[in-house]
């Protein structure tokens, strides 16, 4: 299984990004996909999840409204819009695989709950 992320860099409060995820060696149309994130010396969050239709996405409360997952079976990626980024949006995002949900009362997200996931891109929002 690999997955490589793409897409992240520095951009200005109030910015747009969108991150891409590439997935090889699983049957990436069959998993459910999640984006999940990192900022320096704080834990994983999850971010958003998607079906493996696309038809279904959830969102963490700290991005809805402001972020959109997607997917492209037919090219096996991962996309996630970003629009109107804050600093706390800082972080390297990493896309996970067989994961579409995480939710508060599961407790805090750790890597050995992610099953597959990538090296991540970094993100910094920042003026």
């Known amino acids: 299984v690999q997955l490589v992320e793409s897409g992240g860099e520095m951009v200005q409060p109030g910015g747009s990004l969108r991150l891409s995820c590439v997935g090889s060696g699983f049957a990436f149309a069959d998993v459910g996909m999640s984006w999940v994130r990192q900022a320096p010396e704080k834990g994983l969050e999850w971010v958003s999840g998607i079906l493996s239709d696309g038809q279904h996405t959830y969102y963490a409360d700290s991005v809805k409204g402001r972020f959109t997952i997607s997917r492209d079976n037919a090219k096996n990626t991962l996309y996630l819009q970003m629009n109107n980024l804050k600093p706390e949006d800082s972080a390297t995002y990493h896309c996970?695989?067989?994961?579409?949900?995480?939710?508060?009362?599961?407790?805090?997200?750790?890597?050995?709950?992610?099953?597959?996931w990538g090296q991540g891109t970094q993100v910094t929002v920042s003026s």
């Open positions: 996970a695989a067989r994961l579409v949900q995480w939710m508060p009362d599961m407790g805090p997200l750790h890597t050995s709950d992610l099953s597959d």
